[in-house]
């Protein structure tokens, strides 16, 4: 699919000016405003993510761009959102335009379980790809999880890897992630990120695809540090286990989740 955006990757000049963008915001975060706009030479639509104004000059916040440009230029997975150009002082890039997020999905989702079956397995295909380099995403939640189509073809993506930690000795800014504050998003985050964040493990983001997975099947968003178990159904033993408090006691990979996603629900996904 991301052959889609091929030639704007090829003619990235980190030049602002070769974008055509809209007047509106498609959604603003904390640190970023994401615009959809138009590559300009041909005439492809792509979304162009920008630090807030106020966070242009600051350190922490363009070394999270960084990051998230590094990572979308390293890693080229279909389930993973590539980034296809960005200026040289980190302050934007560009990705591949999404039809959706899951915020606004889950309603054709969660009584589903063909749809839900094929979401869990993009979602675990992309974090597994990561987690082989040695990236954990820490930020798993629905807005992060997004829709492309093209062709008549769809897949889910895993995308926003600012919060991301990637493999040991290159870290962009020594320090930045600080003991005994919260990284991730209340809820969806495991109990540890709020602890040593930068120790955390893939099982971080196993326990925030189960959160995710609760949530999509109840319609509750998750509170911090309780597990968001469905009343009732098959997943709700799959849930249970990639929330337990203790790290040690979750799968520690994307295959010893879809060994249990297999076992409880009889739905083999790629492993």
Known sequence: MWEHWNQVAEE???????????????GEGGQAIVTAGVHKST?????????????????????RMRREIDYGRTLLH????????????????????????LKDQR??????QARLALLVGDVCAGLRAAHER???????????????????????????????RGPTGKTTLPGRTRAGVLYGSVGFAAPELSVDAHAASASADIYSLGQLIGWLVSGRFPLANVPNLPPDGPWRSVVAAATEAAAVDRPQSIRDFLDLVYARVGVQLSR
Do not use: Q
């Open 107 to 112: 309603g054709k989702i969660a009584d589903n």
């Open 134 to 164: 040695g990236w954990v995403h820490r930020d798993i939640k629905p807005s992060n999880i997004l829709r492309f189509s093209l062709g008549g073809k769809g897949r889910w993506v895993v995308a926003d890897w600012g919060l991301g």
């Open 78 to 101: 279909e389930n993973v959102t590539p980034v296809l150009d960005a200026d040289t002082k980190c302050s934007w890039l560009v990705m591949p335009l999404a039809r959706a997020d």
């Open 43 to 63: 005439g492809l639509e792509i979304a162009f993510k920008r630090l807030r104004p106020g966070l242009m000059g600051d350190r922490e916040s363009r070394a």
């Open 12 to 26: 990235s000049r980190a030049v602002k000016g070769d974008y055509r963008l809209d007047a509106r915001a498609l």
